[in-house]
Structures are given as C-alpha cells and as structure tokens.
C-alpha cells in the first residue's frame, strides 16, 4: 500500500485498540471472597501498567498496556456494580442459594461438590460454579434429597442433593 493514504497517527496507534470486554447483563452477585478478588485483580492489573508504562517505545508494551486498560475497565465496571452477598460460612443451608456448597450424588455413585459465585469467581477448577451456569439454575431452590435433572450438550444425568452448607 503506498504510504500516500497511511496517515502517521494510524501507525503510531496500531494495535491499541481493542475490543471491549462484554459485561454480563445479569445481576453482578458475589460473594465477599470475589469481591476481594476483583480489586485484587484490579490493583494487580495497575502495577502492570505502572511497571509497562517505563517501557512506551515497545509496540509491545504498547499493546499490553492497550489490553490491561481494557482490562481494568472491565473489572472496574464489574466492582461498581457488584452485588455483595453475605453468607455465614460453615452453616448447613436449608436450599440451594447463591453462595452455598452443594454436594450432590451423580447417577454413578459418585459425589460432587460445588459452590455457587458469582459469574467472576466461577473456576470449574476450584468447583465453583457461576450462579447462572445450567448445573446453578438446576439446583438452586432446590433442598436436600431433592433430585434435579442437569441439562448437558452430552447428555442429561440426574443428581441427587446430598448436602447443602454455606
């Protein structure tokens, strides 16, 4: 392309614009550890630009710091309309809520437990699970005993409730 129709400025800001982060349009509940996390995240993402921004000639610090601002404007906008829900932790729970453990017996035998965040705390790693993920909205409301059907791409599987606690 000739350099005739590249305006200077468009070079200089190349790669810097990226493409915002969607936000949830659900309610922002969390948990008092998730709000924790977020300014967490927040803080730490603020340091890596304070620590990229010693760096400006780099095209790539240049574009990081392009990600970590959009970044940051996202945890942000998720902290200012965060939810807080208090729970008492270590306390049985009568029904399935938001920020409860639930333990449930699969149609094999096998147990789970899981604990119910919100949607930026949910870490299938850690057995948490988004509040509006399908295995939440199958077991809230619901109490112990209860068996629910949990709606799954490969396949339905029944769960039985076993324990439920904060």
Same mark, same amino acid.
Do not use: C
């Given at each position: 392309? @000739?350099?005739?129709?590249? %305006?200077?400025?468009?070079?200089?800001?190349?790669?810097?614009?990226?493409?915002? =982060?969607? &936000?949830?349009?659900?309610?922002?509940?969390?948990?008092?550890?998730?709000?924790?996390?977020?300014?967490?995240?927040? $803080?730490?993402?603020?340091? $890596? &630009? *304070?620590?990229?921004?010693? +760096? *400006?000639? @780099?095209?790539?610090?240049?574009? %990081?710091?392009?990600?970590? #601002?959009?970044?940051?404007?996202?945890?942000?906008?998720?902290?200012?309309?965060?939810?807080?829900? $208090?729970?008492? /932790?270590?306390?049985?729970?009568?029904?399935?809520?938001?920020?409860? *453990?639930?333990?449930? $017996?699969?149609?094999?035998?096998?147990?789970?437990?899981?604990?119910?965040?919100?949607?930026?705390?949910?870490?299938? *790693?850690?057995?948490? /699970?988004?509040?509006? @993920?399908?295995?939440? +909205?199958?077991?809230?409301?619901?109490?112990?005993?209860? @068996?629910?059907?949990?709606?799954?791409?490969?396949? #339905?599987?029944?769960?039985? &409730? &076993? =324990?439920?606690?904060?």
């Amino acid at each position: 392309m @000739s350099r005739g129709f590249v %305006k200077e400025d468009d070079l200089e800001h190349a790669g810097t614009d990226v493409p915002e =982060r969607p &936000i949830s349009a659900s309610q922002n509940y969390v948990t008092t550890h998730g709000y924790a996390q977020l300014q967490q995240f927040a $803080e730490d993402i603020e340091a $890596e &630009i *304070k620590q990229l921004s010693s +760096k *400006k000639e @780099s095209a790539d610090a240049i574009q %990081k710091i392009a990600v970590l #601002n959009r970044d940051l404007r996202y945890i942000a906008a998720r902290i200012e309309s965060a939810q807080i829900v $208090e729970t008492t /932790i270590g306390t049985i729970a009568e029904q399935v809520l938001f920020g409860t *453990k639930v333990t449930v $017996e699969d149609e094999n035998g096998e147990s789970h437990t899981y604990a119910i965040v919100g949607e930026d705390e949910a870490d299938i *790693k850690s057995n948490t /699970i988004s509040w509006t @993920s399908p295995l939440a +909205k199958a077991l809230i409301g619901q109490k112990v005993g209860d @068996s629910v059907v949990w709606q799954r791409p490969i396949g #339905n599987t029944v769960l039985e &409730i &076993i =324990r439920i606690q904060y």
